[in-house]
Protein backbone atom coordinates (compact mmCIF):
# COMPACT_ATOMS: atom_id res chain seq x y z
CA UNK A 1 0.00 0.00 0.00
CA UNK A 2 1.32 3.42 -0.96
CA UNK A 3 1.55 5.83 1.40
CA UNK A 4 2.89 9.92 1.06
CA UNK A 5 6.45 10.55 1.97
CA UNK A 6 6.52 13.90 3.94
CA UNK A 7 10.01 14.95 2.97
CA UNK A 8 9.26 14.75 -0.65
CA UNK A 9 5.61 16.39 -0.07
CA UNK A 10 7.29 19.29 1.64
CA UNK A 11 9.80 19.98 -0.68
CA UNK A 12 8.23 23.31 -2.59
CA UNK A 13 7.75 23.19 -6.42
CA UNK A 14 10.66 24.34 -8.07
CA UNK A 15 9.41 27.96 -10.11
CA UNK A 16 9.88 28.26 -13.57
CA UNK A 17 11.83 31.24 -14.22
CA UNK A 18 10.33 33.94 -16.79
CA UNK A 19 11.12 37.62 -18.75
CA UNK A 20 10.24 40.08 -16.68
CA UNK A 21 7.22 41.15 -17.68
CA UNK A 22 8.26 44.91 -18.14
CA UNK A 23 10.67 43.71 -20.81
CA UNK A 24 8.58 40.36 -22.54
CA UNK A 25 5.75 42.66 -23.44
CA UNK A 26 7.75 44.26 -25.72
CA UNK A 27 9.97 41.50 -27.46
CA UNK A 28 8.45 38.06 -28.88
CA UNK A 29 11.02 35.97 -26.91
CA UNK A 30 9.69 32.90 -25.08
CA UNK A 31 8.29 34.05 -21.50
CA UNK A 32 9.11 30.42 -19.84
CA UNK A 33 13.29 30.13 -19.73
CA UNK A 34 13.08 26.98 -18.52
CA UNK A 35 14.99 24.87 -16.12
CA UNK A 36 18.28 24.67 -15.55
CA UNK A 37 19.56 21.17 -14.96
CA UNK A 38 19.81 21.64 -11.08
CA UNK A 39 16.25 23.50 -11.15
CA UNK A 40 15.18 19.86 -13.06
CA UNK A 41 17.15 17.79 -11.00
CA UNK A 42 15.55 19.13 -7.66
CA UNK A 43 12.36 18.88 -9.53
CA UNK A 44 12.65 15.34 -10.27
CA UNK A 45 13.65 14.53 -7.14
CA UNK A 46 9.92 15.26 -5.63
CA UNK A 47 8.42 12.66 -7.56
CA UNK A 48 7.61 9.34 -5.85
CA UNK A 49 7.63 7.27 -8.26
CA UNK A 50 4.76 5.12 -7.27
CA UNK A 51 4.12 1.92 -8.22
CA UNK A 52 0.81 2.52 -10.44
CA UNK A 53 1.40 6.02 -11.51
CA UNK A 54 -1.69 7.58 -12.20
CA UNK A 55 -0.40 10.65 -13.70
CA UNK A 56 0.22 8.44 -16.89
CA UNK A 57 -3.71 7.49 -16.95
CA UNK A 58 -3.57 11.54 -17.32
CA UNK A 59 -1.20 11.96 -20.55
CA UNK A 60 -3.43 11.71 -23.80
CA UNK A 61 -0.40 9.79 -24.97
CA UNK A 62 0.73 7.68 -22.16
CA UNK A 63 4.22 9.07 -21.36
CA UNK A 64 6.14 7.01 -19.32
CA UNK A 65 6.10 9.76 -16.83
CA UNK A 66 7.33 7.88 -13.56
CA UNK A 67 10.13 6.27 -16.13
CA UNK A 68 11.07 9.32 -17.39
CA UNK A 69 11.35 11.29 -14.49
CA UNK A 70 13.24 8.35 -12.44
CA UNK A 71 16.06 8.70 -15.66
CA UNK A 72 16.07 12.70 -15.09
CA UNK A 73 16.78 12.05 -10.97
CA UNK A 74 19.76 9.53 -12.05
CA UNK A 75 21.01 12.03 -13.92
CA UNK A 76 20.55 10.36 -17.69
CA UNK A 77 18.75 12.88 -19.68
CA UNK A 78 19.52 10.69 -22.99
CA UNK A 79 17.78 7.46 -21.63
CA UNK A 80 14.96 10.31 -20.30
CA UNK A 81 14.20 11.55 -23.62
CA UNK A 82 14.29 7.60 -25.48
CA UNK A 83 11.55 7.06 -22.75
CA UNK A 84 9.53 10.53 -23.54
CA UNK A 85 9.63 9.66 -27.59
CA UNK A 86 8.47 6.45 -27.13
CA UNK A 87 5.15 7.74 -27.14
CA UNK A 88 5.64 11.22 -27.48
CA UNK A 89 6.44 12.86 -30.81
CA UNK A 90 6.51 16.35 -30.05
CA UNK A 91 8.23 16.42 -26.41
CA UNK A 92 9.30 20.07 -27.04
CA UNK A 93 6.31 21.27 -28.02
CA UNK A 94 3.67 19.50 -25.24
CA UNK A 95 6.11 20.77 -22.77
CA UNK A 96 5.25 24.30 -23.67
CA UNK A 97 1.67 24.47 -24.17
CA UNK A 98 0.11 21.36 -23.15
CA UNK A 99 -2.54 22.26 -20.06
CA UNK A 100 -0.81 19.31 -17.72
CA UNK A 101 -2.47 20.68 -14.57
CA UNK A 102 -5.64 19.99 -16.11
CA UNK A 103 -4.20 16.20 -17.52
CA UNK A 104 -1.19 14.57 -15.87
CA UNK A 105 -0.45 16.96 -12.99
CA UNK A 106 -3.99 16.71 -12.26
CA UNK A 107 -3.26 12.86 -11.19
CA UNK A 108 -0.27 13.74 -9.47
CA UNK A 109 -0.67 12.22 -5.99
CA UNK A 110 1.35 14.91 -4.34
CA UNK A 111 -1.32 17.73 -5.35
CA UNK A 112 -3.52 16.07 -3.23
CA UNK A 113 -2.20 17.59 -0.48
CA UNK A 114 0.06 20.20 -2.16
CA UNK A 115 1.91 20.85 -5.34
CA UNK A 116 1.81 18.90 -8.31
CA UNK A 117 5.17 17.52 -9.45
CA UNK A 118 5.78 19.94 -12.71
CA UNK A 119 5.71 16.97 -15.19
CA UNK A 120 5.97 19.40 -18.05
CA UNK A 121 8.53 21.50 -17.18
CA UNK A 122 10.56 18.23 -17.00
CA UNK A 123 9.31 17.31 -20.20
CA UNK A 124 10.49 20.95 -21.82
CA UNK A 125 13.66 20.38 -19.54
CA UNK A 126 14.59 17.01 -21.32
CA UNK A 127 13.68 17.62 -24.92
CA UNK A 128 15.84 20.94 -24.92
CA UNK A 129 18.63 19.18 -23.34
CA UNK A 130 18.38 16.51 -25.77
CA UNK A 131 17.49 17.10 -29.01
CA UNK A 132 19.63 14.34 -31.11
CA UNK A 133 19.92 14.80 -35.26
CA UNK A 134 18.22 11.96 -36.37
CA UNK A 135 14.83 10.97 -34.59
CA UNK A 136 15.07 7.45 -34.95
CA UNK A 137 18.31 7.49 -32.56
CA UNK A 138 15.98 9.19 -30.25
CA UNK A 139 13.70 6.82 -30.36
CA UNK A 140 15.46 3.14 -30.38
CA UNK A 141 19.08 3.80 -30.37
CA UNK A 142 20.06 2.92 -33.52
CA UNK A 143 19.05 4.42 -37.16
CA UNK A 144 17.05 1.66 -38.26
CA UNK A 145 13.94 3.28 -39.23
CA UNK A 146 15.59 6.01 -41.54
CA UNK A 147 15.19 4.48 -44.32
CA UNK A 148 11.45 3.27 -44.85
CA UNK A 149 11.60 0.12 -46.79
CA UNK A 150 8.58 -2.26 -48.35
CA UNK A 151 7.05 -0.15 -50.51
CA UNK A 152 3.67 0.44 -48.14
CA UNK A 153 2.70 4.05 -47.45
CA UNK A 154 0.35 6.30 -45.94
CA UNK A 155 -1.15 10.05 -46.41
CA UNK A 156 -1.33 12.42 -43.83
CA UNK A 157 -3.27 15.54 -45.11
CA UNK A 158 -2.56 18.45 -42.59
CA UNK A 159 0.51 19.28 -40.64
CA UNK A 160 -0.87 20.07 -37.24
CA UNK A 161 -0.25 18.06 -33.83
CA UNK A 162 -2.77 15.32 -35.00
CA UNK A 163 -1.06 14.63 -38.28
CA UNK A 164 2.72 14.91 -37.28
CA UNK A 165 2.35 12.35 -34.59
CA UNK A 166 0.16 9.80 -36.83
CA UNK A 167 3.48 10.45 -39.42
CA UNK A 168 5.97 10.03 -36.79
CA UNK A 169 3.95 6.73 -35.55
CA UNK A 170 4.05 5.42 -38.98
CA UNK A 171 7.38 6.38 -40.27
CA UNK A 172 9.37 4.57 -36.85
CA UNK A 173 7.92 1.57 -37.93
CA UNK A 174 9.58 1.88 -41.17
CA UNK A 175 6.33 2.91 -43.53
CA UNK A 176 6.44 5.87 -46.05
CA UNK A 177 4.99 8.78 -45.12
CA UNK A 178 3.87 12.08 -47.23
CA UNK A 179 2.06 14.94 -45.49
CA UNK A 180 0.17 17.50 -47.34
CA UNK A 181 0.25 20.93 -45.59
CA UNK A 182 -2.38 23.76 -47.29
CA UNK A 183 0.15 26.48 -45.92
CA UNK A 184 3.79 27.10 -47.18
CA UNK A 185 4.87 26.34 -43.92
CA UNK A 186 4.60 23.24 -41.84
CA UNK A 187 3.41 22.75 -38.46
CA UNK A 188 -0.27 24.09 -38.78
CA UNK A 189 -1.69 25.34 -35.33
CA UNK A 190 2.00 25.26 -33.88
CA UNK A 191 3.28 27.86 -36.34
CA UNK A 192 0.00 30.00 -37.43
CA UNK A 193 -2.20 29.57 -33.81
CA UNK A 194 0.58 29.96 -31.40
CA UNK A 195 2.84 32.92 -30.44
CA UNK A 196 6.28 32.70 -30.45
CA UNK A 197 6.30 33.93 -27.02
CA UNK A 198 5.24 30.59 -26.04
CA UNK A 199 6.26 28.25 -28.72
CA UNK A 200 9.38 29.40 -30.32
CA UNK A 201 9.25 28.47 -34.35
CA UNK A 202 12.70 26.84 -33.93
CA UNK A 203 11.21 24.88 -31.56
CA UNK A 204 8.62 23.78 -34.15
CA UNK A 205 10.93 23.10 -36.79
CA UNK A 206 13.55 21.21 -34.68
CA UNK A 207 10.37 18.52 -34.58
CA UNK A 208 9.21 18.60 -38.11
CA UNK A 209 13.06 18.15 -39.32
CA UNK A 210 13.04 15.01 -36.84
CA UNK A 211 10.46 13.51 -38.60
CA UNK A 212 12.18 14.47 -41.87
CA UNK A 213 15.05 12.51 -40.94
CA UNK A 214 12.91 9.41 -40.25
CA UNK A 215 11.63 9.47 -44.27
CA UNK A 216 8.67 11.69 -43.78
CA UNK A 217 8.93 14.13 -46.85
CA UNK A 218 6.35 17.59 -46.39
CA UNK A 219 4.44 18.62 -49.24
CA UNK A 220 3.69 22.13 -49.12
CA UNK A 221 0.50 24.52 -50.39
CA UNK A 222 -1.55 21.46 -50.91
CA UNK A 223 -5.11 22.29 -49.99
CA UNK A 224 -7.04 19.47 -48.59
CA UNK A 225 -10.22 19.18 -51.12
CA UNK A 226 -8.39 21.39 -53.57
CA UNK A 227 -5.36 20.28 -54.83
CA UNK A 228 -5.18 16.77 -52.86
CA UNK A 229 -8.42 14.71 -52.89
CA UNK A 230 -9.13 11.93 -50.26
CA UNK A 231 -10.42 9.29 -52.36
CA UNK A 232 -7.81 10.08 -54.91
CA UNK A 233 -5.30 9.47 -51.72
CA UNK A 234 -6.96 6.39 -50.51
CA UNK A 235 -6.30 4.81 -53.92
CA UNK A 236 -2.68 5.25 -54.22
CA UNK A 237 -2.11 4.80 -49.90
CA UNK A 238 -2.50 2.53 -48.13
CA UNK A 239 -3.84 4.44 -45.60
CA UNK A 240 -4.60 8.09 -44.97
CA UNK A 241 -4.90 10.33 -42.18
CA UNK A 242 -7.15 13.93 -42.07
CA UNK A 243 -5.84 15.87 -40.02
CA UNK A 244 -6.77 19.30 -41.60
CA UNK A 245 -8.24 20.70 -37.57
CA UNK A 246 -10.85 23.18 -37.46
CA UNK A 247 -9.91 26.07 -38.80
CA UNK A 248 -13.49 28.43 -39.48
CA UNK A 249 -13.90 31.04 -37.14
CA UNK A 250 -16.75 31.38 -35.26
CA UNK A 251 -18.17 35.07 -35.00
CA UNK A 252 -19.84 36.73 -32.20
CA UNK A 253 -23.37 37.59 -34.66
CA UNK A 254 -23.72 41.10 -33.44
CA UNK A 255 -24.27 44.08 -35.32
CA UNK A 256 -21.18 45.98 -36.99
CA UNK A 257 -19.19 42.67 -37.14
CA UNK A 258 -18.26 44.00 -40.71
CA UNK A 259 -16.49 47.29 -39.97
CA UNK A 260 -13.15 47.65 -41.04
CA UNK A 261 -10.95 46.76 -37.35
CA UNK A 262 -12.87 43.72 -36.56
CA UNK A 263 -11.35 40.63 -37.16
CA UNK A 264 -11.08 36.75 -36.38
CA UNK A 265 -8.02 35.67 -33.46
CA UNK A 266 -7.58 33.38 -36.38
CA UNK A 267 -6.29 35.50 -38.97
CA UNK A 268 -4.93 37.92 -36.50
CA UNK A 269 -2.53 35.50 -35.18
CA UNK A 270 -1.99 33.75 -38.84
CA UNK A 271 -0.70 37.11 -40.20
CA UNK A 272 1.18 37.73 -36.68
CA UNK A 273 2.45 34.37 -36.38
CA UNK A 274 2.91 32.51 -39.83
CA UNK A 275 3.27 36.02 -41.85
CA UNK A 276 6.01 36.89 -39.79
CA UNK A 277 4.61 40.05 -38.58
CA UNK A 278 6.14 40.79 -35.69
CA UNK A 279 9.78 40.83 -37.16
CA UNK A 280 8.72 43.82 -39.44
CA UNK A 281 11.06 44.82 -41.37
CA UNK A 282 12.45 41.70 -41.80
CA UNK A 283 9.05 40.53 -42.88
CA UNK A 284 7.20 43.35 -44.57
CA UNK A 285 3.34 41.46 -43.57
CA UNK A 286 1.91 43.56 -41.19
CA UNK A 287 -1.27 42.89 -39.15
CA UNK A 288 -3.97 44.96 -38.49
CA UNK A 289 -2.80 48.29 -36.45
CA UNK A 290 -4.72 49.05 -33.01
CA UNK A 291 -3.64 51.07 -30.53
CA UNK A 292 -6.80 50.40 -27.86
CA UNK A 293 -7.68 46.75 -28.29
CA UNK A 294 -10.36 44.91 -27.42
CA UNK A 295 -10.34 40.85 -27.27
CA UNK A 296 -13.64 39.24 -27.16
CA UNK A 297 -13.67 35.01 -24.95
CA UNK A 298 -10.94 33.96 -22.67
CA UNK A 299 -9.66 30.97 -23.73
CA UNK A 300 -5.92 30.29 -24.60
CA UNK A 301 -6.40 31.95 -28.02
CA UNK A 302 -7.76 34.78 -26.42
CA UNK A 303 -4.96 35.22 -24.24
CA UNK A 304 -2.56 34.75 -26.76
CA UNK A 305 -4.49 37.44 -29.08
CA UNK A 306 -4.46 40.10 -25.96
CA UNK A 307 -0.45 39.58 -25.49
CA UNK A 308 0.22 40.00 -29.05
CA UNK A 309 -1.62 42.77 -29.79
CA UNK A 310 0.23 43.97 -26.57
CA UNK A 311 3.81 43.49 -28.17
CA UNK A 312 2.45 44.92 -31.53
CA UNK A 313 2.47 47.88 -30.18
CA UNK A 314 -1.06 48.46 -28.71
CA UNK A 315 -1.31 51.24 -25.75
CA UNK A 316 -4.38 49.61 -24.14
CA UNK A 317 -5.50 45.54 -24.26
CA UNK A 318 -8.87 44.48 -22.81
CA UNK A 319 -10.41 40.72 -22.92
CA UNK A 320 -13.79 41.26 -22.37
CA UNK A 321 -16.08 37.78 -20.87
CA UNK A 322 -19.77 37.71 -20.13
CA UNK A 323 -18.59 35.05 -17.07
CA UNK A 324 -16.06 35.40 -14.20
CA UNK A 325 -12.53 34.79 -13.89
CA UNK A 326 -13.45 31.73 -12.09
CA UNK A 327 -15.17 30.33 -15.52
CA UNK A 328 -12.09 31.52 -18.19
CA UNK A 329 -11.22 28.29 -19.75
CA UNK A 330 -7.64 29.65 -20.16
CA UNK A 331 -4.86 28.02 -18.34
CA UNK A 332 -4.21 29.93 -15.03
CA UNK A 333 -0.61 30.35 -16.10
CA UNK A 334 -1.54 32.24 -19.33
CA UNK A 335 -4.02 34.26 -17.56
CA UNK A 336 -1.30 35.59 -14.98
CA UNK A 337 1.15 36.12 -17.67
CA UNK A 338 -1.37 38.22 -19.38
CA UNK A 339 -2.40 40.06 -16.50
CA UNK A 340 1.31 40.49 -15.35
CA UNK A 341 2.37 42.26 -18.92
CA UNK A 342 -0.74 45.11 -19.00
CA UNK A 343 -3.71 42.83 -20.34
CA UNK A 344 -7.04 43.94 -18.55
CA UNK A 345 -10.07 42.04 -18.04
CA UNK A 346 -13.27 43.48 -18.53
CA UNK A 347 -15.53 40.73 -16.84
CA UNK A 348 -19.24 40.16 -16.56
CA UNK A 349 -19.75 42.19 -19.73
CA UNK A 350 -21.00 41.15 -23.53
CA UNK A 351 -21.15 42.98 -26.81
CA UNK A 352 -24.53 44.18 -28.22
CA UNK A 353 -23.09 46.18 -31.21
CA UNK A 354 -19.86 47.21 -32.56
CA UNK A 355 -20.19 51.33 -33.87
CA UNK A 356 -17.94 52.68 -36.51
CA UNK A 357 -16.93 56.04 -38.19
CA UNK A 358 -18.14 57.77 -41.57
CA UNK A 359 -15.51 55.49 -42.88
CA UNK A 360 -16.95 52.27 -41.51
CA UNK A 361 -13.93 51.55 -39.69
CA UNK A 362 -14.36 50.46 -35.78
CA UNK A 363 -14.19 53.31 -33.09
CA UNK A 364 -16.47 51.39 -30.19
CA UNK A 365 -17.85 48.58 -28.99
CA UNK A 366 -21.58 49.08 -26.93
CA UNK A 367 -21.23 46.57 -23.07
CA UNK A 368 -23.93 45.53 -21.53
CA UNK A 369 -22.64 44.11 -17.78
CA UNK A 370 -23.99 40.69 -16.94
CA UNK A 371 -24.73 38.83 -14.17
CA UNK A 372 -24.59 34.85 -13.04
CA UNK A 373 -27.89 32.18 -13.00
CA UNK A 374 -28.04 28.83 -13.25
CA UNK A 375 -25.59 26.32 -14.48
CA UNK A 376 -25.94 26.07 -18.31
CA UNK A 377 -25.72 22.47 -20.47
CA UNK A 378 -21.90 23.29 -19.93
CA UNK A 379 -21.97 23.06 -16.28
CA UNK A 380 -20.96 26.83 -15.75
CA UNK A 381 -23.37 29.41 -15.26
CA UNK A 382 -25.43 31.04 -17.15
CA UNK A 383 -24.62 34.55 -18.26
CA UNK A 384 -27.78 37.03 -18.31
CA UNK A 385 -27.81 40.44 -18.62
CA UNK A 386 -28.68 43.52 -16.45
CA UNK A 387 -31.25 45.59 -18.02
CA UNK A 388 -30.11 49.33 -18.41
CA UNK A 389 -26.39 48.51 -17.77
CA UNK A 390 -24.78 49.51 -21.17
CA UNK A 391 -21.77 50.98 -21.56
CA UNK A 392 -19.78 52.13 -24.37
CA UNK A 393 -15.83 50.92 -24.83
CA UNK A 394 -13.56 52.99 -26.99
CA UNK A 395 -11.50 50.44 -29.74
CA UNK A 396 -9.99 50.87 -32.94
CA UNK A 397 -8.97 46.85 -33.45
CA UNK A 398 -11.78 44.16 -32.37
CA UNK A 399 -10.71 39.96 -31.99
CA UNK A 400 -13.06 38.07 -31.51
CA UNK A 401 -11.53 34.48 -30.07
CA UNK A 402 -14.68 32.29 -29.38
CA UNK A 403 -13.31 29.49 -30.88
CA UNK A 404 -13.60 27.56 -34.83
CA UNK A 405 -15.95 25.42 -36.88
CA UNK A 406 -14.84 22.18 -39.12
CA UNK A 407 -13.46 24.03 -42.62
CA UNK A 408 -15.91 23.12 -44.74
CA UNK A 409 -13.47 22.78 -48.17
CA UNK A 410 -12.49 19.30 -47.31
CA UNK A 411 -15.36 17.83 -46.11
CA UNK A 412 -17.57 19.32 -49.24
CA UNK A 413 -15.48 17.91 -51.35
CA UNK A 414 -15.68 14.32 -49.94
CA UNK A 415 -19.04 13.46 -49.14
CA UNK A 416 -18.89 9.61 -48.57
CA UNK A 417 -17.38 11.65 -45.09
CA UNK A 418 -19.99 10.63 -43.13
CA UNK A 419 -20.38 14.19 -40.61
CA UNK A 420 -21.73 14.10 -36.65
CA UNK A 421 -24.88 16.48 -35.90
CA UNK A 422 -21.60 19.59 -35.61
CA UNK A 423 -20.44 18.97 -38.99
CA UNK A 424 -17.53 17.50 -37.71
CA UNK A 425 -15.65 13.50 -38.98
CA UNK A 426 -17.77 11.06 -37.06
CA UNK A 427 -14.84 8.42 -36.35
CA UNK A 428 -14.31 5.26 -34.68
CA UNK A 429 -13.20 5.98 -31.50
CA UNK A 430 -11.15 3.16 -30.63
CA UNK A 431 -9.40 3.14 -33.86
CA UNK A 432 -9.58 6.27 -35.53
CA UNK A 433 -10.98 4.92 -39.09
CA UNK A 434 -14.20 7.16 -40.75
CA UNK A 435 -16.92 5.83 -42.40
CA UNK A 436 -14.57 5.47 -45.50
CA UNK A 437 -12.45 1.98 -45.40
CA UNK A 438 -8.81 2.48 -44.58
CA UNK A 439 -9.15 6.60 -44.18
CA UNK A 440 -8.23 7.71 -40.58
CA UNK A 441 -9.30 11.08 -39.00
CA UNK A 442 -8.53 13.34 -35.70
CA UNK A 443 -7.48 16.17 -33.85
CA UNK A 444 -10.08 19.42 -33.94
CA UNK A 445 -11.95 18.04 -37.50
CA UNK A 446 -12.88 15.74 -35.31
CA UNK A 447 -13.51 16.98 -31.59
CA UNK A 448 -14.09 20.73 -32.41
CA UNK A 449 -11.44 22.82 -30.97
CA UNK A 450 -9.18 21.09 -28.55
CA UNK A 451 -6.11 21.00 -27.10
CA UNK A 452 -2.21 20.02 -28.67
CA UNK A 453 -1.90 16.89 -26.70
CA UNK A 454 -5.65 15.53 -27.02
CA UNK A 455 -5.12 15.88 -30.86
CA UNK A 456 -1.55 14.31 -30.42
CA UNK A 457 -3.51 11.04 -28.64
CA UNK A 458 -5.88 10.86 -31.62
CA UNK A 459 -2.78 10.76 -34.41
CA UNK A 460 -1.27 8.03 -32.02
CA UNK A 461 -4.08 6.17 -31.58
CA UNK A 462 -4.85 6.03 -35.43
CA UNK A 463 -1.50 5.12 -36.41
CA UNK A 464 -0.90 2.66 -34.24
CA UNK A 465 -3.63 1.25 -36.32
CA UNK A 466 -2.70 1.79 -39.52
CA UNK A 467 0.50 -0.13 -38.49
CA UNK A 468 -0.83 -2.77 -37.71
CA UNK A 469 -3.45 -3.34 -40.61
CA UNK A 470 -0.23 -2.58 -42.78
CA UNK A 471 2.27 -4.18 -41.46
CA UNK A 472 0.59 -7.06 -39.61
Known amino acids: METNKPKKAAVPRTPMPCQPPEERRHNFKEVALGYTREMAMTEAGRCM ?106 ACIGSGPSSLTCAGVCATAGIKVDVFEALHEPGGVLIYGIPAFRLPKGVVATEVNGLRQTGVDFHLNHVGGRTVDVAE ?88 YRRTR ?21 ILSAPLHFNGDENLRLKSVTLQKMQLGEPDASGRRRPLPIPGSEYEMATDL ?42 FAGGDIVTGSATVILAMGAGRRAGQTMVKRILG
Do not use: W
Request: charged share 25%; proline share 6%.
Open 49 to 154: QCKKPLCVSGCPVEVPIRDFIREIQAGNLDAAYRIIKTTNSLPAVCGRVCPQERQCESKCILGKKGEAVAIGRLERFVADSYIASTACEQVTGTNACAMPAGGRKV
Open 233 to 320: LAREYDAVFIGVGAGLPIFLGVPGENLVGVLSANEYLTRVNLGRAYDFPNYDTPAAPGKRVTVFGAGNVAMDAARTALRMGADEVHVV
Open 326 to 346: AEMPARVEEVEHAEEEGVQFD
Open 398 to 439: AIVALGTRSNPILLQATPELKLNKRGYIEINEETGETSMPGV
